[in-house]
Protein backbone atom coordinates (compact mmCIF):
# COMPACT_ATOMS: atom_id res chain seq x y z
CA UNK A 1 0.00 0.00 0.00
CA UNK A 2 1.60 3.52 -0.80
CA UNK A 3 0.25 6.33 1.17
CA UNK A 4 -1.04 9.63 -0.59
CA UNK A 5 -0.35 12.85 1.80
CA UNK A 6 -0.67 16.20 1.46
CA UNK A 7 2.19 18.06 0.41
CA UNK A 8 4.82 19.61 3.21
CA UNK A 9 4.92 22.82 1.58
CA UNK A 10 2.12 25.07 0.90
CA UNK A 11 1.12 28.27 1.86
CA UNK A 12 -0.40 29.04 5.09
CA UNK A 13 -1.03 26.04 7.35
CA UNK A 14 -4.70 24.81 6.22
CA UNK A 15 -6.19 23.72 3.14
CA UNK A 16 -9.46 21.63 2.09
CA UNK A 17 -9.79 18.91 0.18
CA UNK A 18 -11.79 20.37 -3.05
CA UNK A 19 -12.24 17.15 -4.96
CA UNK A 20 -10.84 13.77 -5.40
CA UNK A 21 -10.53 12.99 -9.13
CA UNK A 22 -10.15 9.18 -9.04
CA UNK A 23 -13.08 7.55 -7.49
CA UNK A 24 -12.48 4.25 -4.91
CA UNK A 25 -11.77 1.04 -7.03
CA UNK A 26 -10.09 3.37 -9.99
CA UNK A 27 -7.02 2.28 -11.73
CA UNK A 28 -4.10 5.28 -11.52
CA UNK A 29 -0.67 5.84 -12.95
CA UNK A 30 1.66 7.49 -11.58
CA UNK A 31 1.89 11.17 -11.83
CA UNK A 32 -1.79 11.18 -12.93
CA UNK A 33 -3.90 13.88 -10.84
CA UNK A 34 -5.73 12.13 -7.99
CA UNK A 35 -6.89 14.67 -5.88
CA UNK A 36 -7.46 18.41 -5.56
CA UNK A 37 -6.37 20.95 -2.84
CA UNK A 38 -7.13 24.25 -2.32
CA UNK A 39 -5.81 26.63 0.38
CA UNK A 40 -6.36 30.87 0.29
CA UNK A 41 -4.53 31.45 -2.31
CA UNK A 42 -3.76 28.63 -4.65
CA UNK A 43 -5.57 25.19 -6.13
CA UNK A 44 -2.96 22.38 -6.75
CA UNK A 45 -3.20 18.88 -7.62
CA UNK A 46 -1.79 16.32 -5.88
CA UNK A 47 -0.24 13.27 -8.10
CA UNK A 48 -0.53 9.87 -7.77
CA UNK A 49 3.21 8.55 -6.05
CA UNK A 50 2.92 5.30 -7.66
CA UNK A 51 0.42 3.38 -10.18
CA UNK A 52 -2.46 0.58 -8.71
CA UNK A 53 -5.57 1.29 -7.37
CA UNK A 54 -7.52 3.83 -5.15
CA UNK A 55 -7.92 1.78 -2.44
CA UNK A 56 -8.92 4.12 0.41
CA UNK A 57 -9.60 7.58 1.10
CA UNK A 58 -9.14 8.96 4.03
CA UNK A 59 -9.74 12.60 4.17
CA UNK A 60 -13.32 13.43 2.18
CA UNK A 61 -13.88 16.52 0.22
CA UNK A 62 -14.35 19.44 2.50
CA UNK A 63 -11.80 17.99 5.09
CA UNK A 64 -9.04 20.16 6.61
CA UNK A 65 -5.93 18.80 5.03
CA UNK A 66 -2.52 19.69 6.95
CA UNK A 67 0.94 19.53 5.69
CA UNK A 68 1.82 15.93 5.46
CA UNK A 69 -2.08 14.38 6.31
CA UNK A 70 -2.88 11.29 5.34
CA UNK A 71 -5.44 11.59 1.86
CA UNK A 72 -5.99 7.93 1.05
CA UNK A 73 -3.79 4.79 0.10
CA UNK A 74 -3.20 3.06 -3.19
CA UNK A 75 -2.70 -0.62 -3.43
CA UNK A 76 -0.05 -1.50 -6.00
CA UNK A 77 -1.69 -5.50 -5.71
CA UNK A 78 -2.32 -5.91 -9.16
CA UNK A 79 -5.40 -8.37 -8.23
CA UNK A 80 -6.32 -5.87 -5.77
CA UNK A 81 -10.02 -4.15 -7.02
CA UNK A 82 -11.93 -3.73 -4.09
CA UNK A 83 -11.51 -0.94 -1.75
CA UNK A 84 -10.37 -0.95 1.92
CA UNK A 85 -13.27 -2.38 4.38
CA UNK A 86 -13.41 -0.93 8.18
CA UNK A 87 -11.34 -3.48 10.11
CA UNK A 88 -11.21 -3.48 14.30
CA UNK A 89 -7.95 -1.64 13.91
CA UNK A 90 -8.97 1.64 13.48
CA UNK A 91 -9.07 1.63 9.12
CA UNK A 92 -11.56 4.46 8.39
CA UNK A 93 -14.58 3.09 6.73
CA UNK A 94 -15.00 3.99 2.82
CA UNK A 95 -16.28 7.38 2.23
CA UNK A 96 -19.53 7.07 0.40
CA UNK A 97 -18.87 6.68 -3.60
CA UNK A 98 -20.75 9.44 -5.66
CA UNK A 99 -23.63 8.81 -6.78
CA UNK A 100 -25.33 7.66 -9.96
CA UNK A 101 -28.73 10.21 -10.47
CA UNK A 102 -31.45 9.59 -12.33
CA UNK A 103 -33.37 12.39 -14.11
CA UNK A 104 -36.94 13.26 -13.96
CA UNK A 105 -37.23 10.95 -17.37
CA UNK A 106 -35.42 8.89 -15.87
CA UNK A 107 -32.21 9.40 -18.11
CA UNK A 108 -29.04 8.03 -16.56
CA UNK A 109 -26.42 11.42 -15.38
CA UNK A 110 -22.91 11.99 -14.26
CA UNK A 111 -21.52 10.43 -11.08
CA UNK A 112 -21.76 13.06 -8.13
CA UNK A 113 -19.36 13.75 -6.09
CA UNK A 114 -20.94 14.32 -2.40
CA UNK A 115 -19.47 17.73 -2.43
CA UNK A 116 -21.83 18.51 -5.72
CA UNK A 117 -24.65 16.54 -4.91
CA UNK A 118 -24.67 18.54 -1.86
CA UNK A 119 -24.48 21.88 -3.70
CA UNK A 120 -27.19 20.71 -6.07
CA UNK A 121 -29.47 20.19 -3.12
CA UNK A 122 -28.78 23.51 -1.80
CA UNK A 123 -29.53 25.28 -4.15
CA UNK A 124 -32.61 23.16 -6.12
CA UNK A 125 -30.89 22.44 -9.42
CA UNK A 126 -31.76 19.32 -11.68
CA UNK A 127 -27.77 17.72 -12.15
CA UNK A 128 -29.79 16.52 -15.73
CA UNK A 129 -29.63 20.05 -16.94
CA UNK A 130 -26.21 21.13 -16.02
CA UNK A 131 -23.13 20.02 -18.52
CA UNK A 132 -20.48 18.85 -16.86
CA UNK A 133 -17.18 19.80 -17.53
CA UNK A 134 -15.09 17.28 -15.35
CA UNK A 135 -13.33 14.27 -16.75
CA UNK A 136 -15.67 12.11 -18.44
CA UNK A 137 -18.49 14.65 -18.34
CA UNK A 138 -18.08 14.62 -14.68
CA UNK A 139 -20.00 17.46 -12.97
CA UNK A 140 -17.52 19.45 -10.72
CA UNK A 141 -18.39 22.31 -7.94
CA UNK A 142 -17.53 25.02 -10.57
CA UNK A 143 -20.04 23.24 -12.73
CA UNK A 144 -22.86 24.20 -9.96
CA UNK A 145 -21.05 27.39 -8.98
CA UNK A 146 -21.76 28.38 -12.54
CA UNK A 147 -25.08 27.09 -12.94
CA UNK A 148 -26.26 29.35 -9.58
CA UNK A 149 -24.67 32.51 -10.84
CA UNK A 150 -26.54 32.63 -13.91
CA UNK A 151 -29.83 31.36 -12.39
CA UNK A 152 -32.56 33.63 -12.31
CA UNK A 153 -35.26 31.89 -10.50
CA UNK A 154 -39.33 32.71 -10.50
CA UNK A 155 -41.53 31.04 -8.88
CA UNK A 156 -44.37 28.77 -11.12
CA UNK A 157 -47.39 30.80 -11.25
CA UNK A 158 -45.83 34.52 -10.71
CA UNK A 159 -46.23 37.25 -13.52
CA UNK A 160 -43.10 38.22 -16.13
CA UNK A 161 -42.80 40.93 -14.04
CA UNK A 162 -42.54 39.70 -10.57
CA UNK A 163 -39.05 40.10 -8.91
CA UNK A 164 -36.48 36.75 -9.09
CA UNK A 165 -36.06 35.35 -5.96
CA UNK A 166 -32.91 35.74 -4.15
CA UNK A 167 -30.27 33.24 -4.19
CA UNK A 168 -28.04 32.54 -1.29
CA UNK A 169 -24.70 31.75 -3.32
CA UNK A 170 -22.13 30.46 -0.78
CA UNK A 171 -18.72 31.87 -1.12
CA UNK A 172 -15.97 29.73 -1.99
CA UNK A 173 -12.73 28.86 0.36
CA UNK A 174 -10.49 31.23 -1.16
CA UNK A 175 -13.25 34.39 -0.89
CA UNK A 176 -13.74 33.30 3.00
CA UNK A 177 -9.90 33.76 3.29
CA UNK A 178 -9.80 36.83 1.90
CA UNK A 179 -11.90 38.22 3.77
CA UNK A 180 -11.16 36.88 6.79
CA UNK A 181 -7.43 38.59 6.23
CA UNK A 182 -9.10 41.74 5.30
CA UNK A 183 -11.18 42.21 8.67
CA UNK A 184 -7.94 41.23 10.46
CA UNK A 185 -5.60 43.71 8.71
CA UNK A 186 -7.91 46.43 8.96
CA UNK A 187 -8.40 45.69 12.13
CA UNK A 188 -4.96 45.59 13.29
CA UNK A 189 -2.86 47.95 11.26
CA UNK A 190 -3.59 51.79 11.11
CA UNK A 191 -3.99 52.30 7.51
CA UNK A 192 -2.59 56.01 6.29
CA UNK A 193 -2.64 56.78 2.40
CA UNK A 194 -0.32 59.14 0.90
CA UNK A 195 -1.00 60.59 -2.92
CA UNK A 196 0.82 61.06 -5.97
CA UNK A 197 0.68 61.60 -9.72
CA UNK A 198 3.03 60.13 -12.00
CA UNK A 199 3.66 61.10 -15.81
CA UNK A 200 4.54 58.06 -17.77
CA UNK A 201 5.45 59.91 -20.66
CA UNK A 202 9.25 58.40 -20.36
CA UNK A 203 8.43 55.02 -19.46
CA UNK A 204 5.92 55.13 -22.55
CA UNK A 205 8.56 56.20 -25.28
CA UNK A 206 11.00 53.11 -23.66
CA UNK A 207 8.20 50.76 -24.07
CA UNK A 208 7.31 51.73 -27.23
CA UNK A 209 10.69 51.31 -28.30
CA UNK A 210 11.41 48.21 -26.52
CA UNK A 211 8.16 46.82 -28.79
CA UNK A 212 9.81 47.85 -31.71
CA UNK A 213 12.55 45.94 -31.07
CA UNK A 214 10.84 42.76 -30.54
CA UNK A 215 10.82 42.97 -26.83
CA UNK A 216 6.81 43.46 -25.38
CA UNK A 217 6.81 44.78 -21.51
CA UNK A 218 3.85 46.03 -19.79
CA UNK A 219 3.64 48.66 -17.75
CA UNK A 220 3.48 46.41 -14.48
CA UNK A 221 6.87 45.35 -14.77
CA UNK A 222 8.29 48.95 -15.46
CA UNK A 223 6.18 49.76 -11.72
CA UNK A 224 7.82 46.72 -9.99
CA UNK A 225 11.55 47.77 -11.12
CA UNK A 226 11.02 51.51 -10.57
CA UNK A 227 9.48 50.44 -6.82
CA UNK A 228 12.06 47.69 -6.50
CA UNK A 229 15.15 51.12 -6.64
CA UNK A 230 12.50 52.90 -4.31
CA UNK A 231 13.24 51.24 -1.68
CA UNK A 232 16.81 52.78 -1.25
CA UNK A 233 15.15 55.81 -0.20
CA UNK A 234 13.07 54.51 2.46
CA UNK A 235 14.56 50.75 3.56
CA UNK A 236 12.14 50.73 6.62
CA UNK A 237 9.19 49.97 3.87
CA UNK A 238 11.06 46.87 3.14
CA UNK A 239 13.77 44.95 4.40
CA UNK A 240 14.20 42.61 1.56
CA UNK A 241 12.91 43.87 -2.50
CA UNK A 242 10.56 40.48 -3.06
CA UNK A 243 7.29 41.98 -4.15
CA UNK A 244 4.21 40.45 -4.81
CA UNK A 245 1.82 41.74 -7.76
CA UNK A 246 -1.82 41.32 -6.69
CA UNK A 247 -3.31 38.95 -9.76
CA UNK A 248 -7.57 39.05 -10.16
CA UNK A 249 -8.94 35.85 -11.06
CA UNK A 250 -12.08 36.96 -11.80
CA UNK A 251 -14.82 35.65 -9.69
CA UNK A 252 -12.33 33.56 -8.32
CA UNK A 253 -10.68 36.67 -6.14
CA UNK A 254 -7.60 37.20 -6.34
CA UNK A 255 -4.02 35.63 -5.53
CA UNK A 256 0.01 37.85 -5.13
CA UNK A 257 2.65 36.39 -6.67
CA UNK A 258 6.01 37.53 -5.62
CA UNK A 259 9.05 38.16 -7.93
CA UNK A 260 11.52 37.03 -5.73
CA UNK A 261 14.73 39.59 -5.23
CA UNK A 262 13.46 41.82 -7.84
CA UNK A 263 15.97 44.35 -7.17
CA UNK A 264 18.79 42.20 -8.64
CA UNK A 265 16.54 41.91 -11.82
CA UNK A 266 16.94 43.65 -14.96
CA UNK A 267 13.30 45.14 -16.73
CA UNK A 268 13.41 42.31 -18.88
CA UNK A 269 13.79 39.65 -16.31
CA UNK A 270 11.23 41.16 -14.14
CA UNK A 271 8.99 41.39 -17.37
CA UNK A 272 9.52 37.49 -18.11
CA UNK A 273 8.77 36.53 -15.05
CA UNK A 274 5.62 38.57 -14.29
CA UNK A 275 4.20 37.06 -17.74
CA UNK A 276 5.25 33.41 -16.21
CA UNK A 277 3.46 34.08 -13.19
CA UNK A 278 0.52 36.11 -14.60
CA UNK A 279 -0.34 32.82 -16.83
CA UNK A 280 0.23 30.04 -14.17
CA UNK A 281 -2.26 31.88 -11.86
CA UNK A 282 -4.51 32.25 -14.15
CA UNK A 283 -4.23 28.64 -15.17
CA UNK A 284 -4.57 27.77 -11.21
CA UNK A 285 -0.67 26.31 -11.71
CA UNK A 286 0.98 28.42 -8.97
CA UNK A 287 2.80 26.72 -5.63
CA UNK A 288 2.98 27.32 -2.71
CA UNK A 289 6.48 28.86 -3.19
CA UNK A 290 5.22 31.31 -5.78
CA UNK A 291 2.88 33.59 -3.32
CA UNK A 292 5.04 33.10 -0.25
CA UNK A 293 7.93 35.56 1.06
CA UNK A 294 6.90 38.96 -0.62
CA UNK A 295 7.97 41.91 1.29
CA UNK A 296 5.88 44.25 -0.33
CA UNK A 297 3.17 44.46 -2.36
CA UNK A 298 1.92 45.94 -5.35
CA UNK A 299 -1.88 46.42 -6.70
CA UNK A 300 -1.70 47.63 -10.20
CA UNK A 301 -5.72 48.30 -9.66
CA UNK A 302 -5.89 50.52 -12.89
CA UNK A 303 -5.76 47.90 -15.41
CA UNK A 304 -9.03 47.11 -14.42
CA UNK A 305 -10.31 50.76 -14.83
CA UNK A 306 -9.76 52.16 -11.12
CA UNK A 307 -8.50 56.27 -11.26
CA UNK A 308 -7.68 55.78 -7.67
CA UNK A 309 -7.84 53.25 -4.41
CA UNK A 310 -6.19 52.65 -0.85
CA UNK A 311 -5.09 49.32 -1.45
CA UNK A 312 -5.05 47.39 2.42
CA UNK A 313 -1.88 46.02 3.60
CA UNK A 314 -3.58 42.01 3.12
CA UNK A 315 -0.05 40.44 4.28
CA UNK A 316 1.19 39.83 8.02
CA UNK A 317 4.83 41.42 7.94
CA UNK A 318 4.55 43.97 5.06
CA UNK A 319 4.42 47.71 6.14
CA UNK A 320 3.21 49.11 2.61
CA UNK A 321 1.50 48.50 0.05
CA UNK A 322 1.53 50.54 -3.69
CA UNK A 323 -1.72 51.43 -5.44
CA UNK A 324 -1.66 52.64 -9.26
CA UNK A 325 -4.44 53.58 -10.49
CA UNK A 326 -5.15 54.10 -14.29
CA UNK A 327 -3.27 55.53 -17.12
CA UNK A 328 -5.30 58.04 -19.23
CA UNK A 329 -3.91 61.29 -21.14
CA UNK A 330 -4.86 64.46 -18.52
CA UNK A 331 -4.49 68.13 -19.21
CA UNK A 332 -1.75 69.30 -16.95
CA UNK A 333 0.51 72.37 -16.34
CA UNK A 334 3.92 72.27 -16.71
CA UNK A 335 7.05 74.76 -17.15
CA UNK A 336 8.18 75.21 -20.73
CA UNK A 337 11.23 77.33 -21.51
CA UNK A 338 10.39 79.44 -18.48
CA UNK A 339 6.52 79.57 -18.97
CA UNK A 340 3.77 77.86 -17.47
CA UNK A 341 2.36 75.38 -20.32
CA UNK A 342 -1.01 73.67 -20.67
CA UNK A 343 -0.07 70.09 -22.30
CA UNK A 344 -1.43 66.50 -22.53
CA UNK A 345 0.50 64.26 -20.81
CA UNK A 346 -0.18 60.31 -19.83
CA UNK A 347 -0.91 60.31 -16.07
CA UNK A 348 -1.72 58.14 -13.20
CA UNK A 349 -2.32 58.72 -9.59
CA UNK A 350 0.01 56.11 -6.97
CA UNK A 351 -0.37 55.68 -3.61
CA UNK A 352 1.41 53.98 -0.83
CA UNK A 353 -0.33 53.06 2.19
CA UNK A 354 1.41 52.44 5.17
CA UNK A 355 1.23 50.12 8.79
CA UNK A 356 1.83 53.87 10.48
CA UNK A 357 2.96 51.01 13.30
CA UNK A 358 5.95 50.93 11.12
CA UNK A 359 6.29 53.46 8.87
CA UNK A 360 5.90 57.45 9.54
CA UNK A 361 4.87 60.59 6.10
CA UNK A 362 8.09 61.32 6.11
CA UNK A 363 9.58 57.79 4.77
CA UNK A 364 6.05 57.49 2.88
CA UNK A 365 6.73 60.82 0.91
CA UNK A 366 10.56 59.96 0.46
CA UNK A 367 9.56 56.78 -0.94
CA UNK A 368 6.91 58.09 -3.84
CA UNK A 369 8.97 61.09 -4.44
CA UNK A 370 11.95 58.37 -5.72
CA UNK A 371 8.93 56.38 -7.16
CA UNK A 372 7.82 58.84 -9.26
CA UNK A 373 11.04 60.25 -9.98
CA UNK A 374 12.51 57.13 -11.38
CA UNK A 375 9.16 56.73 -13.66
CA UNK A 376 9.08 60.34 -15.12
CA UNK A 377 13.37 60.27 -15.85
CA UNK A 378 13.39 56.65 -17.30
CA UNK A 379 16.21 56.76 -19.83
CA UNK A 380 15.55 56.90 -23.61
CA UNK A 381 15.73 52.85 -25.12
Given amino acids: MIEVRVPDE ?181 HVTALFEADFSAVAAHKAAMAERGTKLSYTAYIVKAAAEAMAAAPAISPTVDIGVGTALGEKGLVVPVVKDAGSLSLEEIGAKLDDLTRRARDGKLTGADVSGGSFTISNHGVSGSLLAAPIILHQGQAAILGVGKLEKRVVVREVEGEDAIVILPMAYVTLTIDHRVVDGHQTNAWLTRFVEILESWPAA
Avoid: F
Fill in 10 to 190: QEGTKAVVRAWLKQLGDSVAENDPLVELETDKVTQEVPAPAAGVLAEIVLDTDAEAVPGALLGRISTDAAETQPLVPSEVGVRPAPERPSISVGPNGDRETRLSPSVRRALQQHGIDAGRIHGTGRGGRITREDVDRAVEAATVVSVGEPATAQPRTLDIPHDRMRLKIAENMVRAVAEAP
